[in-house]
């Protein structure tokens, strides 16, 4: 795609078609709400760009259709929405250990259960946290705009291929749904590592296995080992963040995805009241951006966490700021989506008694 | 002097772990013997099970992935799609076939997924030390089901093979045995044709293999393959259920 185009769009929409543009050849899905619209982008535009769309029996059939083909060499993308997540970790788990590489994206909804189809980040724990069985990572991207999506889900492919790994992108009802203007572009073409572990039939070389059972411990071991050196890796070369209005801030808030979007808002608006209070956009959940949190914690004097959750990524704020700085928490869990000002208030309300002034 | 007899270059150099007087080792070697005789080394890729057959990539020298207990047809899906001129099978235990892997399985039959699945019913879970399959018979006794299955408490034995049969998506359908050496060369033609039609495009195709565990139902392999014959193929008779080729 050479042109350069900015044009209306929807969320999924746009993950669906950063994904066509990123070279993913197969995507395979299960309908769950708040993320419909994927799959019924994709069984579209798969057809269009000849690409295979398969709507799987359930989460745990599409999770391990993404595994075959990814093992087959194929770029390959799941979508679903939290139920829908929590079913998919055991292939999750293996992706991990087999070194796949796959796109995972979570439009994450209310819960925990049935819960309801509202945006939420009741998902941080899960998804940051491995989510499977086992002592495993993968990087977890948390958009806040449709343009973010769009970027984040073609760089997504790349990174998965970079470290032979399951890469989760985690959205929420908001993101999915809202449509704002995107600007259109191609892959940018980097190089990528050779897929020597591909299994295509062991035409003209030795036969290939591609397994995560490994019986001998000691061989275990170095297979966790070697895992682990990977994210240590990914914890030096992953790590975004965003940054609004921190240079002189008094107060930082941290928040991601939609959550971020309100605080922003709302640390526009205490602006204008006169509070310093700027804001951390956390772009990757794991890795963490420890250290931009700890550098620009430094010359604050409060952090305020706000998630859409009962408090989950602040556990990570805590370990990056190691207790150098006190941290309050704000959180509208179950799908609740607060309005700026109420955000406001609450800034407002922390500057006032912790006498920031 | 002429060689009759020699390993199939399809299998590697590697003695088989399994029991004495367990079937996984013949059928292992019929699939391979086809291999080299239908000349697809070069484009078939195998699925093997989480169960006693887990272990197939020591054996067999194709490229192999390793599934989750139950997920092979999923994931022989998602390598047929995205490889559509390959040959994809899954070999797969009853447990993983019919109990865990029940959706994975029937759905990629009903797709008409172009994959072959080789179902190797023993009537226990074998690799876990004998517990109740779905495919135990009444009466037997297992380590799940020390007094005997009874059909009130544990359901009936699961023809999962004959559900298939029903399934217009399914192409091949056949349950064999390799209870005495005919029986041996049946299940070989049997896994020929379904190979075949595999490549002819035409859907899933699926070949039961009833298979001897005397270490689980705790006899010498004699009387396993007695009672494999003389029981089990009574319970699950064998012949062609659904051939549209």
Known sequence: MDKIEKILMKGTDAIGEAAIQAGCKCYFGYPITPQNEIPEYMSRRMEEVGGVFLQGESEIASINMVLGA????????????????????????FLASLELPAVIVNINRGGPGLGNIAPSQGDYYQATRGGGHGDYRMPVYAPASVQELYDITMKCFDIA?????????????????????????????????????????????????????????????????????????????????????TEDAKMIVVAYGTAARIAKGAVKRVRANGFQVGLIRPITLWPFPDEAILNLTKKAK???????????????VRLATRGKIDCEFYGRPGGVVAAPQEISRIIERHWLQWELS | ???????????????????????????????????????????????????????????????TCESAHGRGCAIA???????????????????????????????AANRGEIIT??????????????QMAPTTMLGQKTTTSPYGRRSKVEGYPLKITDLIAQLPGAAYVARTSVATPAKVMATKKALKRAFEIQISGLGYTLVEVLSPCPTNWKVSPKEAFKFLEEIMEKEYPLGVFKDIG
Request: proline letters at 6%.
């Open chain 1, 70 to 93: 990814a093992a087959s060499g194929a770029r390959a993308m799941t979508s679903s929405s939290s139920p829908g997540i929590s079913l998919k970790q055991e292939g999750l788990s």
């Open chain 1, 161 to 245: 291929d970079l470290y032979r790994s399951p890469v989760m992108i985690l959205g929420d009802g908001m993101m999915g749904q809202i449509v704002e203007p995107v600007i259109l572009h191609g892959r940018e073409d980097i190089e990528l590592p050779p897929k020597d572990y591909i299994l295509d039939g062991a035409a003209g070389r030795p036969s290939r296995i591609v397994k995560s059972l490994i019986l001998d411990v000691r061989l275990m071991e170095e297979h966790n080992w070697k895992l682990k050196r990977k994210y240590d890796l990914m914890k030096r070369d992953l790590p975004l963040h965003e940054e609004f209005m």
């Open chain 1, 302 to 316: 409060l952090v305020l966490v706000f998630e859409m959750s009962t408090g989950q990524m602040i556990d990570d």
């Open chain 2, 77 to 107: 899906t998602g390598f047929k799609r995205a490889l559509p001129d390959r040959i994809v099978f899954t070999y797969q235990g009853d447990g993983d076939m019919a109990a865990i892997g029940t959706a994975e399985t029937i759905h």
């Open chain 2, 117 to 130: 699945s080789i179902f190797v019913n023993n009537a226990v879970y074998g690799m876990t030390g004998g």
């Open chain 2, 1 to 63: 002097m002429k060689k009759v007899f020699t390993r199939p270059k399809s299998l590697k150099p590697a003695p088989f772990h399994y029991c004495p007087g367990c079937g996984h080792s013949i059928i292992h070697r019929l699939v391979a013997e086809l291999i080299d005789e239908m000349d697809i080394r070069g484009k078939i890729i195998c699925i093997p099970p989480a169960g006693c057959a887990v272990l197939a990539y020591n054996y067999f020298d194709i490229d």
